[in-house]
C-alpha cells in the first residue's frame, strides 16, 4: 500500500471539493432566477414592496432548491419569465375566443 503525500492529498481533496461545488452551483442556478423573479411578483401582490423583498429571497432559494433537483435529474426547465409566460397564455384566450365567435 503507498502512502500519499499531503501535498498530493490536499490537491486531490481541493479537485473533489471545487468539483462538488461547481455541480451543485450549476445544477441550482438553473431554478434560481425563475423562482426569484416569481416570489417578488407574488410578495408585491400581497405585502407590497416588502413582500416583494421578502418573496424575492425566499422564491430565490425555493426556485433554487427545486431548480437543483430538476436539473440533477434532467428534467427540462421552462426558460420564460412569469411574464412571458403570462402573455403566452394571454395570446392563447384570444386566439380561442376568436375561433368560438366564428
Known amino acids: 500500500?503507498?502512502?500519499?503525500?499531503?501535498?498530493?492529498?490536499?490537491?486531490?481533496?481541493?479537485?473533489?471539493?471545487?468539483?462538488?461545488?461547481?455541480?451543485?452551483?450549476?445544477?441550482?442556478?438553473?431554478?434560481?432566477?425563475?423562482?426569484?423573479?416569481?416570489g417578488f411578483h407574488a410578495?408585491?401582490?400581497?405585502?407590497?414592496?416588502v413582500g416583494a423583498v421578502v418573496g424575492g429571497a425566499v422564491g430565490g432559494v425555493v426556485g433554487g432548491v427545486a431548480g437543483g433537483v430538476a436539473g440533477v435529474l434532467g428534467i427540462p426547465q421552462d426558460p420564460r419569465t412569469s411574464v412571458e409566460r403570462a402573455?403566452?397564455?394571454?395570446?392563447v384566450r384570444v386566439q380561442r375566443r376568436r375561433q368560438a365567435a366564428r
Open 43 to 49: 410578495g408585491n401582490q400581497v405585502l407590497g414592496p
Open 1 to 38: 500500500m503507498t502512502m500519499m503525500t499531503s501535498a498530493s492529498l490536499r490537491t486531490s481533496l481541493t479537485a473533489a471539493a471545487l468539483v462538488l461545488v461547481a455541480m451543485t452551483a450549476s445544477a441550482s442556478a438553473q431554478g434560481v432566477r425563475r423562482g426569484a423573479e416569481d
Open 87 to 91: 402573455q403566452d397564455s394571454r395570446q
